[in-house]
């Protein structure tokens, strides 16, 4: 079941927004479960598609020409996941999307999205600022390579992440945080004399 209240305050949605809004989403959406390390979206996949994960943990990343994975984000329960290649920029996507636990997830093709916000015009305020989020979350990760220290952004993702921290590989959280993973540990080693 989709945690509505939870829904509303991560995507910072409006009072107009009703139960019936989102189970009408609900009531065409597909459950699936993807298995560990099982991919949701593929580099090169066209189908835009929505993901709103009800258990589970997922990794975007893309592969470097060398070979190298680059974690972009760690995501868990109640986060919206769709490729920002194709709904952007309107390209294939150039990320992979993973499985790192047994993930369940309820996926909306973007055709029947549309076709419900075109029926329901109080709908679509609440979509764009769905985006907004996004867009705000991709502009604070930005903001906090210019900003912050890596130890300070440890503590920052801790802070807004302490079951991700828990439960994802230090090597996907090092690469979030655009550190090694010997640094992450050394960070952390530093913290710990401290207290």
Do not use: W
């Not at 209240?5 to 597909?30: E, I, N, P, W």
């Not at 868990?76 to 390209?91: G, K, M, N, R, V």
């Not at 369940?104 to 015009?121: G, P, S």
């Not at 989020?133 to 220290?149: C, D, G, N, P, W």
């Amino acid at each position: 079941m989709v945690d509505f209240q939870r829904l509303k305050s991560l995507y910072k949605l409006g009072k107009t927004l009703q139960f019936s809004d989102v189970q009408q989403f609900v009531s065409t959406a597909q459950v699936k479960t993807y298995a560990p390390k099982e991919y949701l979206i593929r580099e090169g996949d066209t189908r835009k598609r929505v993901f709103l994960i009800q258990r589970g943990l997922v990794r975007v990343f893309a592969l470097m020409e060398t070979g190298v994975e680059k974690t972009m984000s760690l995501k868990a329960e109640h986060h919206i996941l769709a490729s920002p290649d194709l709904y952007l920029f309107d390209q294939p996507s150039r990320f992979y999307f993973q499985a790192l636990e047994k993930t369940r997830v309820l996926c909306m093709d973007d055709e029947v999205i549309q076709r419900i916000v075109e029926n329901n015009e109080g709908l679509t305020e609440h979509r764009k600022q769905i985006h907004l989020t996004m867009l705000k979350e991709a502009h604070q990760r930005i903001e906090s390579f210019v900003l912050y220290s890596p130890e300070e952004r440890y503590i920052r993702y801790v802070k807004e992440n302490p079951d991700i921290v828990n439960r994802a590989p230090d090597k996907y959280i090092a690469n979030v945080l655009g550190i090694t993973p010997v640094s992450l540990s050394r960070i952390r080693k530093r913290i710990t004399q401290r207290k």
